[in-house]
């Protein structure tokens, strides 16, 4: 299976947020966002591995700032990083400014999602070749979040998890 | 202030998988799944402190098995912890067996919100009080989260983390 | 088939009014509120007998007063009695004071559910017991309910409702 | 005010079934056809009475065959009588054949509908004049339907229920 | 295969403006209505040929004036021209006034649809026969619509289209 | 006012068609097509002026090709000309090849939009500038689009349309 570039795993929606999709306080809903960051970055996964894929995780989601009804955003989803048959994709969430219309960063999302056939069991997919400086940043950690995963959820003792463990101790 | 229990906060909602909540494979798109999870975690941060509650963050959502279609789902919220105007949530879900009315947890997620005043500054929240195991050790793993997220968020030294230091340091 | 309690049916769902769900007062619309509560019966009906279930009747939902966008809305299902193949259910609904978090019941709604095999004949249902007082003059009531839906569907003749009789001729 | 024929506030509405609007078993979803009756009786009240109102009540929906993915449904929303502020309102629910074009009807139900000021308060509307013999038959009834109403929530003694007294007694 | 008259293929829906369908400056949301006009068509197209139909093209919508959140909408479609396998749909839409209840045009819309077979390809429809005034002129423009469409889309010249040269050249 | 490049306001959204925008064919529902293509163009419209803008008509729409449920679509929007308030604006709509990922167009819609002030009175609007062949095409096809909706709409002599009258009369 040939490696790809982050780039041609790039997926990009822009939208308008409408009532429909506003919370009580006349801002988008995040659960809609969730949902939108979902779609945008199942889209992603896809098309690095061209196979059906499922949301595995969703990992360090932050909101930062409310995003207000009628604003124009934007999101850019890429992998960051291909395992076996898993990948971690990287959501950027940009809203517009109305009359200058730069672009505000606002938000940013880690997702996993898994490659699976018709019983749902595991495809493998191809490796990732990570380009501009920001790519490998996050190509990097990657690795360190994936243990981090596993030891939470008990599978990896601390101990095994060497990424980690450089953060803390120096090494 | 009063602190409160965290079965004080306990919010349920019991769903059934409708054709209009599915992905193209037939089961809960989990784009969906993630917006219950942040409705219901936020009527849990509300009973907690009887405010205005925005989501903060979504952390460590993972998604073990896929939810068919006309499945019945429970989602249990409940807050962990609570810090100066933040409060950690966690939703369980539950999916019920047709046959047999056995409900089996399928996913776990952890939602941070945020009370806010008028202008969205923030409001301190009430202390939480744990009193159930899990609730002591969801309590307790709150910390070692916070720090986390501050650390990957280049707001906190690991080497201030004292909680996470002593996971990997056996201290 | 084993007779079953009514609490063993319980289904509870808690909701936030979004804007989505608001009718052009800026409450709660009426109609969402009939699908909301269609949903949570025929999840008590299933509770009951496990089985497919579909809408029969819906009778007597009375909407006490509006409720406002931003509420905590909590609907309780509950089977009131068990006939042949065809369920009453009881449809609670309280809204939470958002200060005080005291639920105050705004709604009441009667529906009935009919358990269906595949070609969407009926199949026969456990019996319910009732326990406490509420469930045992729901359970009363519902024969009453039963025979007024007969006669003014003109399946049977008033002479023959011998429960309606009783409340107009003190018998 | 000027009295008004049941005609006038004839609303009519043809929607196709789409697979959004669908249950579990891939007919319509019961909630959704609630919801659409509600809106029809809506605009009916509302074509009586040119006010703003808001649902009271719902009574007697039953559904007697589902209603298939793809059909198209015809809803007829007609005031069937006039009380002080409130108007009771039938609706009567058609599929039409795919092939033939032929209607047949498959649900009715009767909503009530108030008529209400900016503050929530009632406001006085137009009696209703019932012309065909149908029109007349449901403006009979729904004297009847009122006082059971107001006996079954405790607000009347079934000794005063004049109407429904001669349905039992023979009177 | 028998002709028919327009107004066999009338198709009526009446829909109240909720807040789910407005945009961001309170008006019915355009991409809402241009698909209710959708609906309303496939209906017509349906009623006309009994076929299962799908959408091929939208011509010369204008949004004359913005229609307000809680606006009573009344659509009313009608196939203005058959040809071998596609139908001309016009659809008129009307807004109630609120106080006195009559009703204004406020937008008008072209479809065409297509009766297609399992596979999607084309089935022969009924020719339509127009009646009134306004179905004669409807019916005669269609040919010249269909011709520009051809003319626009590079699959005739504009010298064999004779409808359209008359306009234009006085002939 | 300074003229603008129609590059700067292409506007793009890629989206996967959930069984939620399917008609009764399991492909992507027409109407929901529209309502994508609208708010896509608006965003392009609202780049190209940055003010309010509201759809003012929506021309030669065709369907040439059902998309299937699961499909990724993407949509471009962008400015093909200005006038004194209005916009014209083209959407081309690709159908992504789940394997090879390749892209095929399989819609074009063209849609005007008008910039508003806060009463709904227009707004001049900079000019466009197209570069590229096609921008090019599209700019000179504008004016010829726009006198022919003038003629359909009664608001102009075929006489006066020198444009047009050129495609007819080897002008």
Redesign the interface.
């Known amino acids: 299976m040939k490696a790809k570039t982050a780039k041609q795993s790039l997926?990009?929606?822009?939208?308008?947020?409408?009532?429909?999709d506003?919370?009580?306080?006349?801002?988008l809903?995040?659960?809609?966002l969730?949902?939108?960051?979902?779609?945008?970055s199942?889209?992603s996964a896809?098309?690095h591995c061209?196979r059906?894929v499922?949301?595995?995780?969703?990992?360090?989601?932050?909101?930062q700032q409310?995003i207000k009804?009628?604003s124009?955003v934007t999101l850019e989803a890429k992998v960051s990083r291909a395992f076996t048959s898993s990948m971690e994709i990287f959501v950027d969430v940009f809203v517009e400014d109305?009359?200058?219309?730069k672009k505000v960063k606002c938000n940013e999302?880690i997702y996993t999602f898994v490659a699976v056939d018709q019983n749902?069991g595991p495809i493998a997919v191809p490796k990732l070749i990570p380009e501009t400086e920001e790519e490998k940043q996050r190509y990097e950690g990657a690795l360190r979040r994936k243990q981090?995963?596993l030891?939470?959820?008990g599978k990896m003792k601390?101990?095994d998890?060497m990424e980690?463990?450089k953060?803390?101790?120096g090494g």
């Open positions: 997926a990009i929606t822009t939208k308008l947020v409408l009532p429909n506003t919370n009580t306080l006349g801002n809903f995040g659960g809609e969730l949902a939108w960051m979902d779609v945008i199942s889209i896809h098309r061209k059906v499922v949301t595995a995780a969703v990992n360090n989601v932050s909101f409310p009804e009628a124009i109305n009359v200058t219309g999302a749902g981090l995963s030891i939470l959820a601390p101990d998890a980690l463990k953060l803390f101790m």
